[in-house]
């Protein structure tokens, strides 16, 4: 409701107060004379914004109150306005608005124009804790506007990167009416953006961009992997606000991106992205800190759904868990499709010399760890976790999200995968292919048994067949079978089988035995009642061995002298004999063998095809012999 009252003199007044949900709003005017300026007072106030979202078209909250000083004067025709607002926890749908106007926010500023249409803004403050700004702007003769901006900490925005940004610049429109624009931004670790060029009628840009950039802005977007470095910008938009007017390169050199849910860094990240036509063009090379390096090319369009052709090369690239496995891989990985979803991962990859170690305890003497429930985690220790893949109620890695991507690769070892410890000392060789999605990998080809042995108390067993598989993981499944007959005559085969990093070893026999008396019969030729008690002893070694909690020496010699077999043999008469094995290239494996005597063998194994390879021996009393041998599986 309102009242209009005139005065004694002509002098007129009004009052008006109006009350809504959450909304307060005084307003009073007079004027005193025909003559004399005309005066007006606003004060408005709503406690919340939520309620208006939909009028504003955006999810509005917090609160926000304004005062209104107006004087107009009838005869020129001048006005003023003096603005004063506060605004509470203010927030408008963006997150990262929103977390730059939180808090309490101040917004001032001083207007006066006059009939010809003249107006300038004085004195322009915006005032919240994360952001503060300045400026001024006039229309008329000459339009321009000057503003200069600081935004606190650059956290606010992205993660990983933290420090001031400050923007200062000025944009003066023409006759012709094109603005001209001259902006300057600088940034934590170094970070300076220059913006130039004109902004024309209609919207139509002309702008140039140059400049360093930290690419840990770009954290946001990629999360859980992590970007460190910088990027040198020389773009320039030509055209309509879009994607598709950007052209120009963005640099990269000794940057650093980490994936933490693979256990990968990108080291020494370099390179070049050309822009164009709403797409961008990779030409980005990097190495791994273990060694090789790695080379990703091929467009990207810039649009969902980021339709891609990318080409991946890695060189040499190590991959290693110290408590399990060493390989290093080489070969093409192309990637066709969306990037936010759906694109298919093909290729072939090669695995040159593969060491894979049965650990001689999975976790130690106190047995494997409980599943870890993370009670009242803050939000720090809950971010970190789920960038590791690691929930915090104990249950596993996290789950994808988004689209997964269909998977065809092939993986090639014809041989030279390595498999020690406990005793196992195998080579085999083969072929994997993954199939499925990156959601559900499905594993399917095997790598078959080359040759090896199992040492238990010095008495060695030759493998007579095995394989190393995937089976939904990255930790290989191993069966491995070595059979023989005791002195006894019973038929024992021994197997190892389960994941590489906690494999089981059992014993079984013919006729049917328990282990322990199976053991017994295999080690010393002799009933379990029949063994002395240093045998005994020696039989508890061995099963201490296998079930990984011994390590053998000749293992350590081996590796030390870089050899990729060391075996110590003896014959029917039990006449020892050492026998040492390493490959010369890929396809050329020779061993040497010295027995007690001083006698000397040589042997070499050319792998001419996968089906056809060529043997020699030759020995130190002068016999040779040498063959070709076709094998094939069926």
Request: no cysteine.
């Amino acid at each position: 409701g309102g009242t209009v009252t005139r005065e004694a003199g002509g002098a007129i007044a009004a009052e008006l107060a109006t009350t809504a949900p959450q909304v307060r709003l005084d307003a009073t005017a007079s004027t005193p004379g025909a003559d004399a300026e005309i005066g007006a007072r606003i004060a408005a106030e709503i406690g919340d914004l939520a309620p208006y979202a939909a009028a504003f078209g955006a999810p509005l909250t917090g609160g926000a109150g304004t005062d209104i000083d107006l004087t107009i004067d009838p005869e020129t025709g001048r006005f003023t306005v003096a603005l004063a607002g506060e605004t509470t926890d203010l927030g408008i749908g963006v997150a990262p608005v929103d977390r730059i106007l939180r808090g309490e926010g101040r917004v001032a500023a001083e207007v006066s124009g006059t009939r010809e249409g003249g107006i300038e803004a004085r004195d322009v403050t915006i005032r919240f804790p994360n952001l503060t700004a300045t400026g001024r702007f006039s229309a008329g003769d000459r339009t321009a506007a000057v503003f200069d901006a600081r935004l606190r900490d650059v956290g606010v925005l992205t993660s990983g990167i933290s420090g001031p940004l400050s923007a200062e610049g000025e944009a003066v429109l023409g006759p012709d009416g094109t603005w001209q624009v001259d902006t300057d931004l600088a940034g934590p670790g170094g970070a300076a953006i220059t913006v130039r060029g004109d902004v024309q009628e209609g919207g139509r840009l002309d702008l140039g961009v140059s400049g360093r950039l930290p690419l840990a802005l770009a954290n946001g977007f990629i999360d859980p992997r992590r970007l460190q470095g910088d990027a040198a910008l020389d773009l320039r938009v030509a055209g309509p606000a879009a994607l598709s007017s950007l052209t120009g390169t963005i640099r990269l050199a000794e940057a650093r991106l980490s994936a933490p849910r693979l256990g990968q860094s990108l080291e020494d990240l370099g390179g070049q992205i050309t822009l164009q036509g709403g797409r961008a063009l990779l030409a980005l090379r990097g190495a791994f800190p273990a060694g090789g390096g790695a080379e990703l090319t091929g467009p990207v369009t810039l649009s969902p759904p980021f339709a891609a052709d990318l080409t991946g090369q890695l060189r040499g690239v190590v991959l290693r868990d110290p408590q399990l496995y060493e390989t290093s891989v080489g070969g093409t990985i192309r990637i066709e499709g969306g990037l936010a979803g759906g694109a298919r991962i093909g290729g072939r990859l090669a695995l040159g010399r593969t060491e894979i170690q049965v650990p001689s305890s999975p976790v130690g003497a106190l047995g494997a760890l409980p599943p870890v429930t993370h009670v009242g985690a803050p939000g720090a220790v809950r971010t970190t976790l789920n960038r590791a893949g690691v929930g915090t109620s104990g249950t596993g890695r996290a789950g994808g999200r988004g689209r997964p991507f269909p998977l065809d690769l092939v993986i090639d070892a014809p041989s030279r995968i390595f498999i020690r410890g406990r005793g196992l000392d195998a080579e085999l060789g083969g072929a994997l292919r993954l199939g499925g999605t990156t959601r559900e990998i499905i594993p399917s080809g095997q790598f078959e048994l080359i040759r090896g042995r199992l040492d238990i108390l010095q008495q060695r067993f030759d493998l007579t067949e095995g394989f190393a598989t995937l089976q939904g993981d990255f930790v290989p499944f191993l069966r491995l079978l070595a059979t023989t007959e005791s002195s006894t005559g019973t038929l024992v085969t021994v197997i190892l089988e389960g994941p590489a990093d906690s494999p089981e070893v059992r014993f079984i026999s013919t006729p049917e035995l328990p282990e322990d008396e199976v053991l017994s019969q295999l080690l010393f030729g002799r009933n379990l009642s029949e063994i002395s008690p240093l045998q005994a002893v020696q039989l508890a070694s061995a099963v201490a061995e296998l079930a990984g909690r011994g390590s053998g020496v000749f293992g350590q010699f081996r590796e030390s002298v870089g050899l990729d077999d060391l075996d110590v043999t003896t014959d029917e008469t039990g006449n020892a004999a050492v026998r040492a094995g390493a490959y010369l290239d890929d396809n050329l494996y020779t061993s040497v063998t010295v027995d007690s005597g001083g006698e000397t063998e040589i042997d070499l194994n050319l792998d001419i095809t996968d089906s056809v390879t060529a043997r020699g021996s030759v020995t130190s009393d002068g016999e040779t012999s040498i063959g070709i041998f076709y094998e094939r599986d069926y």
